[in-house]
């Protein structure tokens, strides 16, 4: 099995969960989804009932927080406090929220460090928004997946059944706040491979990136 380090960053809706859990499994790898640990703290903040802008608050909120990842791609999975919040985490609420949390700079410092933690003892693919920048620079492969807006839009709008200008909106709104905090939206060097999944259906992608994980591309 893949003893390295794969790692994906893309904006919301670019397929990157899809993919890099097939990634994984097609690996014999393990899986972290890194934007599922940004939205169970986020989940943690509106339980508590503060602010997520209240970056003091959020902070006190953090330090009470115990998570827990799975890593198997056949069934990853977040537990918060011992609570399994799978489908929690995915609400409108924290979807709105999470950009704020994931914002204060000591959230990201704590989220940084369990993520390089799980990362250390390599067989993984790890996805997020600064996976291939700050997590994992020297992953052996790094990529970049993009799609155009209305592809993404309307895969999301498939998963929530809204509707596709709404959800648009809604995501450029996120992206906008996200690439305040991490660059996402282009390739950060050379080194990382851009694959477009607009045209490309999730097989496509899935292969080209076991090609390049072979190639040590
Ligand atoms: O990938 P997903 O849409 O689940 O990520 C949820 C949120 O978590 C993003 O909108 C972003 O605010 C935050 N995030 C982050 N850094 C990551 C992954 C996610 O700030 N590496």
Redesign the pocket.
Same mark, same amino acid.
């Given at each position: 099995p893949f003893t390295g380090v794969v790692a994906v960053d893309g904006p $919301?809706g670019s397929g990157k969960s899809t993919v890099s859990r097939r990634l994984a499994a097609a690996l014999g790898a393990r899986y972290l989804d890194? /934007?599922?640990m940004? =939205?169970a703290v986020t989940l943690a903040v509106l339980r508590a009932g503060v602010d997520p802008s209240d970056t003091d608050g959020v902070l006190s909120v953090l330090y009470g927080v115990d998570l827990q990842m799975g890593t198997d791609p056949a069934q990853p999975g977040v537990r918060l406090n011992g609570e399994s919040v799978d489908r929690q985490i995915r609400t409108e609420q924290v979807t709105g929220a999470? $950009?704020a949390v994931?914002s204060v700079p000591g959230v990201r410092t704590v989220m940084i460090a369990q993520q390089r933690a799980i990362a250390a003892t390599g067989g993984i693919v790890i996805e /997020? =928004?600064?996976?291939t920048t700050v997590v994992a620079p020297d992953a052996d492969v790094r990529v970049l997946l993009t799609a155009s807006a209305a592809a993404r839009a309307a895969r999301r709008g498939g998963e929530t059944g809204t509707n596709a200008a709404e959800q648009q909106r809604a995501m450029r709104r996120?992206d906008e706040l996200?690439s305040r905090?991490?660059s996402f939206l282009s390739a950060a060097d050379e080194g990382v491979l851009v694959l477009d999944s607009t045209e490309l259906g999730i097989d496509e992608v899935v292969d080209q990136l076991v090609h390049a994980v072979h190639v040590g591309a």
């Open positions: $919301s890194t /934007g599922a940004y =939205r999470v $950009s994931s /997020g =928004r600064d996976i996120r996200d905090t991490s």
